[in-house]
Each structure stands twice: as structure tokens, then as C-alpha cells.
């Protein structure tokens, strides 16, 4: 997918099928990338997510062919691993995966700027893919990057990480020469927030500030993310979200009872635009109408003053 000046000026990276059909399977869900509503437990082992689960094994067949090396990306893997773990099975893939992260104050300003999402909504969007990617792809070969390391002598860091996984043989035309990297670099870097700022805002949930170390500690380190830490993360998140839930439920209803009201609207439409050229069409009679009566007025005057 084509990228945007000052937003992913080399583009988005995404294969343009596969994120269509991520968003329909989270639009019959009744979800969207942007809600941060939860997924239903188990989702997918339901039946109409296994007949996305055939799609996209057909799209990556057709794309990739008989590729023993390829590369996805999109955002809307984090919450939809558990199914793409089902695609990888049923394709033999052994999945290896690059966990790049970035400053949730500079993921919330690039969303506000390209898509008008409020920060604290933002906040939460950062928090719930990156938890859940890191959940769903524990037990599995995985590495984390920031996103600074990425665009500072990145290819040289994904080619060190390439060796480590034995891939080396399936990637050309990567250097690492720290010196060289045409592709990547620091001029990419939009929205730059400081880490201090980051962790000295008052306004920004503890939660996000800790899962954020956690994640920066796992990219410094080479090693998997602390699972102590990790787990206390979590657990403070489903506490908060069984405060949550009656509130998250009465949101359902709303946008159920604002669905409805489009749905009354979008029906009326048709009447309302006839009701439109009525009105107008009886507004050019009252006029020709007037026209006739100030014409007959003048008439009437003349011939009275003839009879004088």
C-alpha cells in the first residue's frame, strides 16, 4: 500500500488483500481497527472465522507461491494472531516474529494527525495490540525493536536478527555496514516524542508507561520481555476492564441505538429529497402565481383608468 508524505513516506507495507479481508472479519464481529471493544472469547474457533482462515490461506498461496521466505505486516495481526496461528499451521509455516514498537505519545499524535482519534483513545489502541501481540506470540521465536533502532542502522540490526534465525541465505541486497542504509532512515521519524516526556505525563495511563518499559527493556536486551512484569500488567488490566465491562456494555447499546437512527435516516432519505423538489417545485407556482397577480393588477389598473 502507497504511503503519504509525512505519514510512512515509503509506504504503508501492507498487503492490500489481506488487510481488507482483516477488515471484514472485524467488521461481521461488529468491530473496527479503531475500537477497542474486546473480541469475543475464543472468536476464532467460530465458523465464520474459519472461512477467513480459507481466504487467507488462498491469498497467501497466490501471492507468495512456493516462496520458503516472505514477510507480513499489518497493524491488525496483533489482535488478530490467534486466527493467523491457525493459517500458519495449516500451511506449514513456522512463524518468526519482529515485534516493532513504538512511542505510544508519537503513535497517538500520528493517529490524531491522519485520522482525528483523541489521545486517550490513542492510548489505549497502543496498548491493547501491543499487550495482545505480545501475548498471542509468546512460545515463538520473537524479537523487539523501537522504532529509533528500526529507521537508526536498521537494516544492519534486521540483518544481525536474520543471522540469529539462520536466514541470512534469504535475504539480499541488506548491509551491515551502519554506514549504509538508503532505505531506512532517521528522516522517516515523524511526531518525535521523548521517552521522558513520555513517562513524566501525568495524563498517560500508569499501564501504557509500564508495558512501554517493559517492551523498550526486551529491545535493549535481546531477550524476552519480563514475565513478572508482565503478568502484574496484565492482571491490573483485567481488573480494570471488569470495572469497565457495563460501561463497554451500555457503548454497545448506544452504537446500536446510533446504527439504528443511520439505518431510519438513510431510509427516509429518499422521501426527504422528493419532499425537497415538492417544495421547491410548489415554491416556483407561489412565484409564477405572484407574477400573474401583479400582472393582473396592472391590468386592472389600466383599464380603470381607460374607463375614466
Known sequence: MAGRTGENDKGFWEQEEIVVTHERLLKEMGYSWDDPGLLPDRWWETGHSQKYIDEICRVIKADIG????????????????????????????????????????????????????PRPLALLLWFQHNLEAVQNSAGSPRRFLTFPQLLDHGESRLLHIFQEWELSAHVKGMTDD???????????????????????????????????????????????????????????????????????????????????????????????????HYVRARERDIEELNRQIEALGETIKTLQMNSN
Open 178 to 276: 551502519p554506514d549504509e542504509s538508503p532505505f531506512l532512515n532517521s528522516l522517516l521519524h515523524h511526531h518525535q516524542v521523548p521517552d521522558s516526556e513520555l513517562m513524566t505525563d501525568q495524563d498517560v495511563p500508569h499501564l501504557v508507561k509500564d508495558l512501554y518499559q517493559i517492551l523498550l527493556e526486551a529491545a535493549a536486551s535481546g531477550k524476552e520481555p519480563a514475565s513478572e512484569k508482565l503478568d502484574h500488567i496484565v492482571q491490573q488490566y483485567q481488573q480494570a476492564i471488569s470495572l469497565l465491562m457495563p460501561w463497554t456494555g451500555l457503548s454497545d447499546q448506544l452504537r446500536a441505538l446510533l446504527e439504528k437512527r443511520d439505518a431510519r435516516i438513510a431510509e427516509l432519505a429518499p422521501a426527504l429529497k422528493n419532499a425537497q
Open 66 to 117: 512456493s516462496a520458503s521466505f516472505w514477510a507480513l505486516k499489518d497493524p491488525r495481526m496483533c489482535r488478530l494472531l490467534p486466527l493467523w496461528q491457525q493459517v500458519f499451521a495449516r500451511l506449514g509455516v513456522t512463524p518468526l516474529y519482529l515485534h516493532i514498537f513504538r512511542n505510544p505519545l508519537e503513535v497517538a499524535a500520528s493517529l490524531q494527525h491522519r485520522d482525528e482519534i
